[in-house]
């Protein structure tokens, strides 16, 4: 089936230090979400890009789509200790009917 | 008000037993899922049912089986409990069943298998 695979799994960082994880498909995406999940929480939505090429911002997270919509990014400016979670990707399954939701990405911010 | 909310939130039982896990959205939203994260943050798919349609993830073992009284609710059966279903589900809506939608997910309910 439909698989995204996402790295890096961990990152620790310094506060003020940028992050960038990545999102990678094998095959075309119609488009793809990103969720944010914090300790003990659980996914809250963040974007959808569906456009090839299209970067959306929300304050200091960049989202990025791929030319080829094979692959996206979320980057985050200046890392401070509320950015700690786990970031996923989702991307369309290959019946287009469901989510499927790549490994995420661990981020931990250091004071 | 809770968007998406499931009780209980903490589950503890034994082996064989049966269970289930009620969860509820307030959204109006035509779409809600069932989702497992495993101890290692896998996110995966159970179910996905609106009023015409429910998709089972093939993996699924027919153990687990959902059941909608209503629009706004999505409970989840689970018969003969092994050690391996320990994990966190997620109950989830969306506006619509589609990829174009955003997923509201709900608290979670941490099931330990004893």
């Known amino acids: 089936g439909q698989q995204v695979m996402q790295i890096p799994q961990y990152q620790h960082v310094q506060e003020g230090e940028d992050f960038t994880t990545y999102c990678n498909s094998s095959t075309t995406l119609s488009n793809i979400q990103w969720y944010k999940q914090r300790p003990g929480g659980h996914p809250v939505f963040l974007i959808q890009?569906?456009?090839?090429?299209e970067v959306k911002k929300q304050k200091r997270l960049t989202f990025q789509f791929g030319e080829a919509k094979k692959n996206s990014s979320l980057h985050i400016t200046a890392t401070q200790t509320t950015d700690v979670g786990t970031y996923f990707c989702a991307a369309p399954d290959n019946y287009g009917q469901n989510f499927v939701f790549g490994p995420g990405t661990r981020l931990s911010v250091l004071p | 008000d809770t968007a998406v909310s499931q009780t209980p939130k903490y589950l503890v039982t034994q082996m064989g037993n049966d269970k289930s896990i009620k969860c509820e959205q307030n959204?109006?939203?035509?779409?809600m899922y069932w989702y497992k994260q495993d101890s290692k943050k896998f996110l995966k798919i159970m179910f996905s049912?609106?009023?015409?349609?429910?998709?089972i993830n093939e993996t699924v073992p027919n153990r687990f089986s959902p059941k909608s009284p209503d629009k706004a609710h999505l409970n989840l059966h689970i018969n003969s409990l092994e050690l391996g279903d320990s994990a966190v589900y997620f109950c989830?809506?969306?506006?619509?069943?589609?990829?174009?939608?955003?997923?509201?997910f709900g608290p979670g309910t941490r099931l330990t298998v004893t």
């Open positions: 989830a809506s969306s506006y619509r069943q589609g990829m174009a939608y955003e997923q509201y």
């Open positions: 890009l569906v456009k090839s090429g």
């Open positions: 049912y609106n009023n015409k349609e429910l998709i």
């Open positions: 959204l109006g939203h035509d779409t």
